[in-house]
T-cell receptor, first 114, second 112 residues
Framework: GNSVTQMEGPVTLSEEAFLTINCTYTATGYPSLFWYVQYPGEGLQLLLKATKADDKGSNKGFEATYRKETTSFHLEKGSVQVSDSAVYFC?????????????FGTGTRLTIIP | EPEVTQTPSHQVTQMGQEVILRCVPISNHLYFYWYRQILGQKVEFLVSFYNNEISEKSEIFDDQFSVERPDGSNFTLKIRSTKLEDSAMYFCASEGVEDTQYFGPGTRLTVL
């Protein structure tokens, strides 16, 4: 079955540091890949997505590139802010035909200190 | 911007009681989902729903669980006889034609 392996946390960085959160996946076929973010006390918000190999998703300074050869979708940001403190979830959808469940990684808690 | 809403935000119940969690998906979306997140753990799929029937369900979604779309706007999750281990955050999600699921803010269920 499908699975997502995500970098263990927690991760603590200083403001303006470079961020990488690793995510690798196992899937058959051609999955779509997502990063969701969960701010304290809130629900899941879509951060970015990519639906095919070599696509780059980007939003709010975050980026992730769908790498089929390494089955990876690592999240990066060049300069993090205190407001980026949250839990980040990598997720996979088995296909892009609709009506497919999401399979989530375990989440990575990110804390940015001023 | 359209959003998924869920009520209540927090539900406290006694073990063995029935609870109904409510969701209003984004209008014109076609696919609906329930997920849950036990405190500190990963988000787990429960059930998907399309065209007024269940498309897929997980092992968690046993006979104590049911879903319904009673009218054109609401989507409900019922737990018939709650157990302590049902305590979790329950998220509703909906999806349109763009193959992206949008989540509600969640209902925190506490079973005592």
């Amino acid at each position: 079955g499908n699975s997502v392996t995500q970098m263990e946390g927690p991760v603590t960085l200083s403001e303006e540091a470079f961020l990488t959160i690793n995510c690798t996946y196992t899937a058959t076929g051609y999955p779509s890949l997502f990063w969701y973010v969960q701010y304290p006390g809130e629900g899941l918000q879509l951060l970015l997505k990519a639906t095919k190999a070599d696509d780059k998703g980007s939003n709010k300074g975050f980026e992730a590139t769908y790498r089929k050869e390494t089955t990876s979708f690592h999240l990066e940001k060049g300069s993090v802010q205190v407001s980026d403190s949250a839990v980040y979830f990598c997720a996979l959808m088995g296909s892009n035909f609709g009506n497919e469940k999401l399979t989530f990684g375990t989440g990575t808690r990110l804390t940015i200190i001023p | 911007e359209p959003e998924v809403t869920q009520t209540p935000s927090h539900q406290v119940t006694q073990m063995g009681q029935e609870v109904i969690l409510r969701c209003v998906p984004i209008s014109n979306h076609l696919y609906f989902y329930w997920y849950r997140q036990i405190l500190g753990q990963k988000v787990e799929f429960l059930v998907s729903f399309y065209n007024n029937e269940i498309s897929e369900k997980s092992e968690i979604f046993d006979d104590q669980f049911s879903v319904e779309r009673p009218d054109g706007s609401n989507f409900t999750l019922k737990i018939r006889s709650t157990k302590l281990e049902d305590s979790a955050m329950y998220f509703c999600a909906s999806e349109g034609v763009e193959d992206t699921q949008y989540f509600g803010p969640g209902t925190r269920l506490t079973v005592l």
